[in-house]
């Protein structure tokens, strides 16, 4: 027993430097993008480092999740682990802001094996009374990871080069490959069903059609173009044969009969909204700091340190309260706290202090934390273990859609904002500087670029950037009063031993 007990603690550790792995490189590269902007060039493109991470990661989710249900979750989490380092040491090489999104590509597809793959394993080994510990052990550590990522990225950004952001994922890695790999033996026994290729093609096509057209529209063509309505015509078609395809196969790669389970959609809607409200502080709150208070990387970094010691209290005291009160009893009271922070967030101007954003930043991860345990704790209630990496892998996907979604278009409002208040500011000082180029956007983002700005235009471009910013986060009320709305779907089921095992039981089929 002992020795079982002690097989099953090196599995976990494998399992959580995974996950500190995954969300310490997210809050890294959120922190260091000014400074990646600055040497790579590229301020319009800069959105793309980060959705290319989550287009790939999101579209391999429910393929990968699929594969783990019918061959097993080791092969394929070993993959992703290896192809998530292959990508870092890609993304430390990088020579322009075009090479960088595509080698952030690799790493999203192992982590679309990775990721959803880690809490299902949690969920197969561990029964469901040390469900709900384990859910919030791993919230929490999702949480300290990305405490840790800014503060150590933006030491290697100011101090050493932000390449090495990149390269310390390669030790990390490597042990938890190991752990992995040499302890966690996993059941043979896996239903065998056929691989859904048409599903899966058709998926991938649809989300690159979609977030092409997104990211295109309005910057480098028209939206009226053809090659955008090209685009968001490919997404609409692929999209209807994906849906064909999934009722038509045998073992589709989303199982859309999962969706009748109240809890089941209800959770994964809510993901899918918290994924687009969230998204939106981790990139932006980093750009005010150094683009609006003309901070470094490190006061970046420590900017979104409250915001994540927040994520950490709310995920261990949301899957802990989820068992005593049930998931929308929960769920409701974060939920109204996270609409709190956001509102808050829509007020910020070039005059917000430091102090005061660290306090809207805290309330923002208080009522984001408990999402990352209780929502998929909540997901999987009712799914059993022959289907639960694809549930698993579908409630990730969801949520990985809602912050692609958000990063790409909330990544167009901020611009567009931006844009058009900069070009009467930007003639004024076409006239000043006669034209030496020094009007170049970018240039806010590094300190010696600021100086040579005369005061008064300085001063315009931040206002512009602060207010783009908070026009920004205004729009991102939206989803968080959705969530609020949703939650409210859920049903008020508690995680506990016998009644879960009976669940399993039953669970929902084909």
């Not at 100011?158 to 390269?167: A, E, K, L, N, V």
């Not at 471009?461 to 709305?485: C, E, K, N, R």
Request: hydrophobic content about 50%; charged content about 15%; proline content about 3%.
């Amino acid at each position: 027993m002992n020795q079982v007990k002690s097989k099953q603690g090196f599995v976990v550790a494998g399992l959580l430097l995974s996950i500190l792995m995954a969300s310490m490189d997210n809050t890294i590269v959120a922190t260091a993008m000014a400074t990646i902007v600055g040497d790579l060039g590229g301020l319009d493109k800069f959105i793309w480092v980060t959705s290319a991470y989550m287009v790939a990661e999101m579209a391999g989710m429910p393929i990968f999740g699929k594969l783990s249900d019918m061959f097993g979750r080791k092969r394929f989490f070993v993959m992703g682990l290896i192809l998530f380092m292959f990508g870092s040491i890609l993304c430390g090489t990088a020579q322009s802001i075009e090479q960088l999104s595509v080698y952030r590509a690799i790493q999203g597809i192992g982590g679309g094996a990775m990721v959803p793959i880690t809490f299902t394993i949690i969920f197969d080994i561990f029964p469901p009374e040390k469900r709900g510990k384990m859910g919030g052990l791993f919230g929490a550590v999702f949480g300290l990871s990305s405490i840790f990522g800014p503060l150590l990225g933006a030491y290697i950004t100011d101090y050493i080069s932000w390449h090495w952001i990149f390269y310390i994922n390669l030790p990390l890695g490597i042990i938890s490959l190991l752990l992995i790999a040499l302890f966690y033996k996993e059941s043979l026994a896996h239903k065998k069903q056929k691989i859904d290729w048409l599903g899966a093609a058709t998926l991938v096509g649809a989300v690159v059609c979609l977030m092409f057209g997104l990211e295109l529209g309005g910057n480098e063509y028209a939206w009226d173009s053809n090659v955008i309505i090209g685009l968001f015509t490919g997404f609409a078609v692929l999209f209807l044969i994906f849906i064909v395809a999934e009722r038509r196969a045998e073992d589709p790669v989303i199982s859309f009969s999962m969706f009748k389970d109240r809890l089941f959609a209800s959770s994964t809607i809510v993901g899918l909204l918290y994924g687009i409200a969230f998204i939106v502080g981790s990139v932006y709150i980093p750009l005010f700091i150094q683009g609006v208070t003309g901070g470094t990387a490190t006061n970046a970094g420590l900017i979104l340190l409250p915001m994540m010691l927040g994520v950490v209290v709310s995920a261990q005291t949301g899957a802990i309260s989820a068992a005593k009160f049930g998931y929308r009893n929960v769920m409701l009271v974060f939920a109204v706290i996270f609409l709190i922070g956001i509102y808050l967030l829509s007020t910020v101007n070039a005059d917000t202090t430091r102090a005061t954003v660290t306090w809207y930043m805290i309330i923002i991860g208080l009522g984001t934390g408990a999402s990352f345990s209780v929502i998929n704790m909540a997901a999987i209630h009712n799914i059993g273990p022959d289907r639960r990496g694809s549930a698993n892998s579908t409630v990730s996907f969801v949520r990985q859609l809602g912050m692609t979604v958000g990063i790409t278009v909330y990544g167009i409002i901020q611009r567009n904002v931006f844009s058009d208040d900069m070009k009467e500011t930007f003639k004024e000082a076409g006239q000043m500087f006669s034209g030496d180029g020094q009007s170049d956007p970018r240039a806010l983002l590094s300190e010696e670029a600021r100086a040579h700005i005369p005061l008064p235009i300085l001063d315009k471009i931040i206002d512009h950037l602060a207010d783009s910013i908070a026009y920004t986060f205004a729009w991102a009320i939206i989803p968080a009063v959705l969530v609020l709305i949703f939650v409210f779907m859920l049903t008020n089921d508690r995680l506990v031993g016998e009644q879960k095992e009976t669940k399993d039981n039953q669970s929902i089929s084909h």
